[in-house]
């Protein structure tokens, strides 16, 4: 079950960096600034880059040391 949470937990870190560039339903979706700040824009979009990469490479730390 670890397993799964953390690939999951890549993926949607990978989905995260994704949505810093790209404008999709999905990702527009699954953004961390839209969630937490009252008023996200195109100016807090890359804080979104650095949240994924903070959980895809936690998700991926775990993955391989264990």
């Known amino acids: ?3 799964v949470v953390n690939a999951g ?3 949607y870190g990978l989905i995260l960096m994704l949505a810093a560039f790209a ?3 999905l990702t527009e ?3 961390l600034d839209a969630l937490f700040l ?3 824009s195109e100016k807090t979009r890359p804080l ?3 949240f ?3 959980v895809a490479g ?3 730390w775990s993955l391989l040391t264990k």
């Open 1 to 3: 079950m670890d397993t």
């Open 9 to 11: 937990a890549v993926v």
């Open 23 to 25: 404008t999709h339903p």
């Open 29 to 31: 979706a699954l953004r």
């Open 38 to 40: 009252g008023q996200a």
């Open 48 to 50: 979104n880059l650095v």
């Open 52 to 54: 994924g990469a903070l």
């Open 58 to 60: 936690y998700g991926a």
